[in-house]
């Protein structure tokens, strides 16, 4: 496997619901970010790992949302008590070690669509 | 806050037209990152320039960076109908960890054969 693969790749749920999605990257990328996009938008930063550890998350992401990364390893991404505006397409995008600042290159994977009824 | 705008928004051309897209940062940016995303698909990876003033090619796309380091151009000649997709610069996140990125909201281009 050469890409970065997320799963479920759709999901359709009720309002007030929970939802996790699952991230795997390219294996010996140890960053990994979550981004959000909805239609006719570019990608909107969530959070961010480097190896296991958590160091940024986005002052615009709500306490319903909540990412792990347990292992170094696959991401978990979890929205409780999901609302309408939820909805939205999102992406998981992988990174190598950072070696040089020419080393910023993003792997997104297929990305997890989200609807919320 | 930081902000990265692309114009135009929407392009149409006709097979064989040229195309250009111009990304413009409210701040400095150590660098700019390229990336296309086809229709139904997900970001995927052009071009990173760094230098000020840098010129890079990939074939048909031109890639260029301000002197300044606050905007930056990408030309497609002669587009082909594979061109078809949306065009996101992006450059790193002011204040966030090496590697964040803010994104434009990207320019779509359609290609009419």
């Known amino acids: 496997d050469t890409g970065v693969s997320q799963d479920p790749r759709h999901k359709i749920t009720k309002r007030g619901q929970n939802v996790t999605f699952r991230c795997d990257p390219i294996s010996e990328h140890n960053r990994l970010y979550w981004y959000r996009q909805t239609l006719g938008q570019g990608p909107e930063f969530l959070t961010y790992?480097?190896?296991?550890?958590?160091?940024?998350k986005s002052r615009l992401l709500s306490d319903r949302f909540s990412a792990e990364r347990p292992k170094g390893s696959f991401s978990t991404l979890e929205i409780q008590r999901t609302e309408q505006g939820d909805s939205a397409m999102y992406l998981c995008a992988s990174s190598p070690p950072l070696l040089t600042p020419s080393t910023d290159t993003q792997y997104f994977g297929p990305g997890t669509r989200l609807t919320v009824l | 806050g930081q902000q990265v705008m692309q114009i135009p928004q929407y392009q149409h051309v006709q097979e064989g037209e040229d195309f250009t897209t111009y990304c413009n940062s409210s701040t400095t940016l150590s660098n700019i990152q390229w990336y296309k995303q086809r229709p139904g698909g997900h970001p995927v990876f052009l071009i990173q320039?760094?230098?000020?003033?840098e010129v890079k090619k990939q074939k048909r796309l031109t890639f260029q960076f301000g002197e300044a380091k606050k905007n930056s151009s990408l030309h497609i000649t002669a587009t082909q109908t594979t061109d078809v997709g949306t065009y996101f610069c992006?450059?790193?996140?002011?204040?966030?960890?090496?590697?964040?990125?803010?994104f434009g909201k990207g320019t779509k281009l359609s290609v009419k054969p």
């Open positions: 992006a450059g790193p996140l002011w204040g966030g960890s090496q590697g964040n990125l803010i």
């Open positions: 790992f480097q190896n296991e550890a958590q160091l940024e």
């Open positions: 320039l760094v230098k000020s003033g």
